[in-house]
Nanobody, 124 residues
Framework: VQLVESGGGSVQAGGSLTLSCVASEYTLSTYYMAWFRQAPGKEREGVTA???????NYADSVKGRFTISKDIAKRTLYLQMNSLKPEDTAMYYCAAGGPRNWVPPLADLWYYYWGQGTQVTVSS
């Protein structure tokens, strides 16, 4: 399973960014997938996840601001980030778990495939 993220960058607080993760059609249509982030000196945290049926799960810190979605035809998982805050600054990673239909978890121990990450920096 290969995952390739893009879309990171620098933005001012209140701005928006959309991250993309390219994967195979099989992965996107069958696996539960997620976005994680890790800030310097902090543990990696689950941001949001989606399963093959489109059910989603969000960390409380991003509810109402971030949206996960996927376009299987384009082989892409998205993370739309609005109302960005300086505390959203981190390296963001796309991850894939497996072909299991459950509420997609936000704990990284359930994810076995990882992208290389894309940096998001939010300035105040």
């Amino acid at each position: 399973v290969q995952l390739v993220e893009s879309g990171g960058g620098s933005v001012q607080a209140g701005g928006s960014l959309t991250l993309s993760c390219v994967a195979s059609e099989y992965t996107l249509s069958t696996y539960y997938m997620a976005w994680f982030r890790q800030a310097p000196g902090k543990e990696r945290e689950g941001v949001t996840a989606i399963n093959s049926r489109g059910e989603t799960n969000y960390a409380d810190s991003v509810k109402g601001r971030f949206t996960i979605s996927k376009d299987i035809a384009k082989r892409t998982l998205y993370l739309q980030m609005n109302s960005l805050k300086p505390e959203d600054t981190a390296m963001y990673y796309c991850a894939a778990g497996g072909p299991r239909n459950w509420v997609p978890p936000l704990a990284d121990l359930w994810y076995y495939y990882w992208g290389q990450g894309t940096q998001v920096t939010v300035s105040s």
